[in-house]
């Protein structure tokens, strides 16, 4: 499929609740690190594919234009790709498609979110996923929604809570040893049932904070990866799809989306066995009920058994297949697109040994990323091996 | 009552264990400066504060619209799609599956079932209320299955909503309903 | 396929009215920060200088966008320049007709590559051409608070 695409450096920022430097300056650093990271410099960039997501946020409208010169754009083919909380992934996908095309040698995919400028709270930036007409008149918060859904996963495979917050205690605890998390604290299973429930089943630390930061990788050509690096990690397939953006009308216990795009990436990649040729995993966590719920979406276990293999140890760092050893959004925090580049970025890490205390003693040779947007509807998936 | 998850491995791992690195980790210097919110109280960077005048005035459109119409008669309105015979609702002129229009009118009825809720407690500015808003998602008597709407319940003690309740539209008199979803006050349980 | 229904007056639409509430707080950044506090504190204007292409970024960058050069090198600029461009505003933002008319220039800060945008004051429209000399007329030091703001405008000098 198209030509070899390998990412051969990545950069990130630190993931804070507040950060001092604008959204372009949050660019540059991470940007800046990726191009160090693997000694190359801006004029070898072909082009640019930069993700972020809602405008509102950083409170600048046409935000790709104004995070291009940070972004490394000056000059060059540039676009900003948008699909909410899937953008991170797809970002990916889109520096994929510049290269395995043959029209760019190398991409600079970055992604960027400056959540801290949205007042009172960055939530009211989502109050228009609603239906303006036959939603909003009701006062909904964005809250709603993955309650709704928390809440029929549980129902329909009769989970407690104390087995899903398994999933934030070991992402908060994975998130210890990561140098850019924002919430760098042990926490217990009992921590997460006895902290403030914000619209039940869930509670304050169920959920991902909110986060600035910025993420960026260096995709290349065959040729210029071997070139550069001798650790090249290969972009093995990609994948997304949608749902109906009639949310009320989809099953909201299974996200099919995910799994559309998981099946896509998973062609691509010769991977007809998820669970026993993948070997790392990095879900979309949000919410700690997301990452069971997208497990299951990227077939890694069977429909409702995500938690079973939550509870087994499986999805420990040492355990036989991990989920999401970098801490995930929920530990090392939650800036839209740039978590889900973090992703791809930690796997990049894991597959060349690089992860200092988070890495995988197994040494893994083949990891998936996904990530999830738009209104709990579209499914972004990114398979790398070495 | 749900039950507990038993884990099937000897030990459950659910200890951090401390696992080495590998290899040689090049040594990362990762940038970013966070604030805390005092610093911006005490105004320790400088920085610039912008509200935003946004007014807006969205138009209902062709299906929408028919189906507030019905709202204001008491009525919930929905359609159905020639082709895959789905009974949809919100209605709309095309059936995105399909991808035909739809001009196949029905009416449904004004009660469902709980397909999901929650118990809210929290605005969207993260203020907290006493008693909880009990948003749902009600699959509507009359349309396929899965079809719901989001609503909310009301009448109703908070410990005893349940996923699979039967529930029935409040409607506003028919002096107050005004063509809006909140035509219909909330939903209530019927026995 | 034509439209289906037809709206013939314009009231028939009942639209759904609501606002987005949208208030930002914006941090000046890294280089922003550098560049407000030398106005509040001195009264002197920042730039950022690339020693590779020689460009001097007025308001200061912490990067380089044409070669992505680190830059920490802060210089001061003058506070006159002269007038790249100017025009003349008469509609607010509401779209109504401004009781005074707003003049908004381009000005290119002596030791500066790059030009900032600002009102100009003391002056009518009529007074102004390209390349005129304009300095900073800055507020009191006790009223100003690290903000573009903290300059009221640029009036036309003699040279």
Redo the contacts between chains.
């Keep these: 499929m198209g030509n070899r695409v390998a990412i051969v450096g990545a950069g990130m920022t630190k993931f804070v609740r507040r950060a001092q430097e604008t959204g372009k300056e949050l660019c540059y650093e991470a940007a800046k690190m990726a191009l160090d990271s693997c000694d190359m410099n801006l004029d070898q960039i072909d082009a640019v594919a930069l993700g972020t997501a809602p405008d509102t946020f950083d409170g600048v409208h046409m935000k790709g234009e104004y995070l291009s010169d940070g972004a490394g754009a000056f000059g060059k083919p540039y676009m900003r790709s948008y699909v909410g909380g899937g953008t991170g992934v797809f970002s990916v996908a889109q520096g994929w498609y510049h290269i395995a095309s043959g029209l760019m040698d190398t991409c600079l995919v970055i992604c960027e979110e400056k959540m801290s400028s949205y007042r009172p709270h960055p939530q009211g930036a989502f109050l228009t996923i609603f239906d303006h007409t036959t939603e909003r008149p009701l006062k909904p918060n964005l809250l709603w929604i993955f309650a709704l859904e928390m809440n029929r996963y549980m129902s329909t495979y009769g989970l407690r809570k104390e087995d899903i917050a398994l999933v934030a205690v070991k992402n908060k605890n994975n998130a210890l040893d990561h140098p850019c998390a924002q919430i760098a604290k042990a926490v217990t299973v009992k921590d997460i049932l006895n902290s403030e429930v914000l619209a039940w089943p869930v509670q304050r630390l169920d959920v991902s904070p909110v986060s600035d930061g910025a993420v960026a990788l260096i995709l290349t050509n065959e040729t210029i990866a071997r070139r550069v690096t001798n650790k090249p990690v290969w972009i093995e397939g990609v994948g997304w799809s949608l749902e109906t953006s009639y949310w009320t009308n989809r099953d909201l216990c299974y996200p099919r989306y995910v799994e559309e795009a998981a099946r896509m990436a998973y062609k691509m990649a010769g991977v007809t066995c998820p669970r026993q040729q993948i070997h790392v995993a990095e879900p979309y966590d949000p919410f700690d009920y997301k990452e069971l719920h997208h497990m299951e979406g990227l077939m890694l276990c069977g429909k409702g058994e995500a938690p079973q293999m939550t509870v087994d140890g499986i999805t420990q760092r040492d355990g036989e297949l991990p989920v999401c050893p970098s801490g995930g959004l929920l530990g090392v925090g939650n800036p839209i697109a740039a978590a889900g580049l973090m992703k791809v970025a930690e796997l990049f890490w894991q597959l060349r040994g690089e992860a200092g205390k988070r890495q995988i003693a197994r040494k893994p040779k083949r990891g998936v990323a996904q990530a999830w947007g738009d209104l709990m509807q579209v499914g972004t998936v990114v398979v790398v091996g070495i | 009552m749900p039950k507990k998850l038993k884990s099937k491995t000897q030990k459950a791992r659910r200890t951090r264990q401390e696992t080495k690195p590998q290899s040689l980790t090049p040594n990362l210097q990762f940038m970013g400066t966070g604030l805390s919110s005092d610093d911006l109280k005490k105004g320790k960077v400088c920085t610039t504060y912008w509200i935003g005048d946004t007014k807006y005035a969205w138009d209902r459109g062709i299906a929408i619209g028919k189906y507030l119409e019905g709202m204001k008669h008491g009525k919930i309105l929905g359609v159905e799609c020639h082709k895959c015979g789905r009974k949809m609702v919100p209605p709309r002129i095309f059936c995105e599956w399909c991808f035909k229009p739809i001009d196949n009118w029905i009416e449904l009825f004004d009660t469902g079932t709980v397909n999901t809720f929650s118990l809210c407690y929290v605005t969207w500015d993260m203020q907290r209320v006493k008693n909880p808003i009990i948003p749902a998602v009600i699959e509507i008597d009359g349309a396929s299955k899965g079809m719901g709407i989001m609503h909310l319940l009301g009448e109703i003690d908070p410990k005893k909503v349940h996923i699979g309740m039967k529930v029935k539209a409040v409607w506003k008199s028919e002096k107050e309903r005004e063509g809006a979803i909140t035509d219909i006050k909330y939903w209530k349980p019927v026995k | ?1 034509a439209m ?2 037809r709206l013939t007056k314009a009231d028939e ?21 550098k560049f ?2 030398s106005i509040q504190e001195k009264g002197v204007f920042l730039g950022s200088k690339c020693h590779k292409c020689n460009m001097v970024y007025v308001p200061p ?3 380089c ?4 050069e ?1 830059l920490e090198d802060y210089v001061e600029v003058a506070d006159c320049g002269s007038l790249e461009s100017f025009t003349c505003v008469h509609i607010g933002l509401d779209g109504k007709r401004l009781l005074e008319p707003m003049i908004v220039g381009l000005i290119n800060l002596d030791g500066a590559s790059t030009s900032i945008v600002h009102m100009l004051g003391e002056t009518t429209v009529e007074e102004l051409c390209m390349g005129m000399r304009v300095c900073a007329v800055f507020k009191p030091k006790n009223k100003r608070e ?3 703001t903290d300059i009221l405008y640029f009036k036309p000098t003699k040279q």
């Design positions: 396929m289906k229904e639409a009942k639209p759904w009215y609501g606002e987005l509430p949208v208030e930002s707080l914006y941090t000046a950044g890294i280089a922003g920060e407000f506090r960058k912490i990067y966008e044409q070669d992505f680190k690290g903000a573009i």
